[in-house]
C-alpha cells in the first residue's frame, strides 16, 4: 500500500468500529482516516482509489450498524475542526456549514442569528453529512427543503456541487453518487430569535419525550412507510419489549432499539428480521430499516 504510506499523519490501521459509532457494535476496519482539509481528503480519496481500496464514510456513527466481524477497506470520517464550521449569515438568511458539524450546534446557532426551519429537527443525533445524507425527517418535515447545496468529493477526487432543488431522495438513496459531502448551505426563514428560541424549547421537550432515556445505546431502526409510523406498526404487532440477545424493543418508543452490554451486532440484525417479519404478516407493510448496514 505505498500511495498510502504519505498519510501516516491521518490513518489508523485495525480500528475498532464499535468506539466509532452510537450502539458501540461490530468489529475492526483496516483503515482509519481522518483528513484535516479538503485537499488532503481529495488528495486521500485518489490514493484509495489507485489501491482498489473500498471507502465508507462516517459522520457519529448513529445510524451505522457494524457487523461483528468488521469491514474492508477505508473509512473516512470529517471530524477535524476544518469541516466543522458553522457560519451563520442573517443577512441572507443562510448557513453554511461543514459537513462534521453537530446538527445539534448548527440547529442552535441558527436559532440564536434569527433563521428559521431547521429547529424542527433537534434532538436528532449526529453529523451535517449523516443527516444530509440520510434526509433526515420529522413529522416537521425533513432537512432537504432546507438545502441551498452541497459540496461533495467523489470517490475520485473530483469536487462537485449540488443544488438543493434538484435533489432527489425519493428517487434514489444516495443522490451524492457515492461522493463525501463536505459541506452543505442551507436557506432559512428570518425570524425573531426570541421567538424562535421558544419554539425550540417546545420542540426539544416534546422530542425528548418520544425517545428513549438516556439515549446513547439505543438505535433508530426504521423510516416511516408513505402514510404510516414505524413505530405504531411495531406496536400493533405486539413487540414492545420483544429481545433478541443483548437487543430489545424500546417500551417508550418501539422504532428504538436498545443495546444492553453482552449485545452483538448479529443480534440487532436477527431483531430486525423478526420485527419485519411480524410486522409484515400483520399488516402487509414492509419496514425498510434506517441503519447502513456495513
Ligand atoms: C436517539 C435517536 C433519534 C433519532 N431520531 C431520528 C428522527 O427523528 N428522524 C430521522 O430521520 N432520523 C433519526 N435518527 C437517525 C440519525 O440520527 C440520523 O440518521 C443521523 O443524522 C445520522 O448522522 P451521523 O452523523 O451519525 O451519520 P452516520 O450514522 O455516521 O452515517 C449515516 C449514513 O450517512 C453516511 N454519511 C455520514 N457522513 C457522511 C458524509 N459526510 N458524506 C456522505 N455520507 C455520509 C454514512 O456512510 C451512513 O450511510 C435518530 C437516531 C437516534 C440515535
Given at each position: 500500500m505505498e500511495n498510502l504510506a504519505r498519510?501516516?499523519?491521518?490513518?489508523?490501521t485495525s480500528v475498532p468500529l464499535a468506539m466509532h459509532t452510537w450502539l458501540q457494535l461490530g468489529g475492526q476496519v483496516e483503515y482509519f482516516a481522518e483528513p484535516r482539509s479538503?485537499?488532503?481528503?481529495?488528495?486521500?480519496?485518489q490514493a484509495a482509489q489507485k489501491e482498489g481500496i473500498e471507502l465508507r464514510f462516517l459522520g457519529t456513527g448513529t445510524n451505522v450498524l457494524v457487523s461483528d466481524s468488521g469491514v474492508p477497506g477505508m473509512v473516512v470520517r470529517l471530524s477535524a475542526p476544518e469541516f466543522c464550521k458553522i457560519d451563520t449569515d442573517p443577512a441572507s438568511a443562510t448557513v453554511s456549514v461543514g459537513a462534521g458539524a453537530k446538527l445539534g450546534r448548527v440547529i442552535t446557532s441558527a436559532v440564536y442569528g434569527g433563521?428559521?426551519?431547521l429547529e424542527g429537527l433537534i434532538g436528532i443525533p449526529g453529523t451535517v453529512g449523516g443527516a444530509v445524507h440520510n434526509n433526515i425527517s420529522t413529522s416537521d418535515g425533513d432537512i432537504a427543503q432546507w438545502i441551498e447545496s452541497v459540496r461533495v468529493v467523489r470517490p475520485?477526487?473530483?469536487?462537485?456541487?449540488?443544488?438543493?432543488?434538484h435533489l432527489d431522495f425519493a428517487e434514489t438513496d444516495d443522490p451524492f453518487e457515492n461522493g463525501i459531502i463536505t459541506a452543505c448551505r442551507f436557506r432559512l426563514l428570518p425570524e425573531e430569535a426570541e421567538e424562535l428560541s421558544r419554539r425550540l424549547q417546545k420542540?426539544?421537550?416534546?422530542r425528548k419525550k418520544g425517545q428513549p432515556i438516556g439515549y446513547q445505546g439505543a438505535g433508530w431502526l426504521f423510516k416511516d412507510p408513505s402514510g404510516a409510523s414505524a413505530s405504531e406498526l411495531i406496536d400493533d404487532a405486539g413487540l414492545k419489549g420483544t429481545r433478541i440477545g443483548g437487543a430489545v424493543i424500546c417500551d417508550r418508543n418501539p422504532n428504538f432499539v436498545l443495546v444492553e452490554p453482552e449485545c452483538s451486532s448479529d443480534d440487532v440484525h436477527r431483531l430486525i428480521r423478526l420485527i419485519q417479519?411480524?410486522?409484515?404478516?400483520?399488516?402487509g407493510i414492509e419496514l425498510e430499516t434506517d441503519l447502513t448496514l456495513w
Open positions: 498519510f501516516k499523519k491521518i490513518l489508523r479538503e485537499d488532503e481528503l481529495i488528495d486521500l480519496l433563521l428559521a426551519g475520485g477526487g473530483e469536487v462537485a456541487e449540488f443544488a438543493g432543488e420542540i426539544w421537550i416534546l417479519t411480524q410486522v409484515r404478516e400483520r399488516s
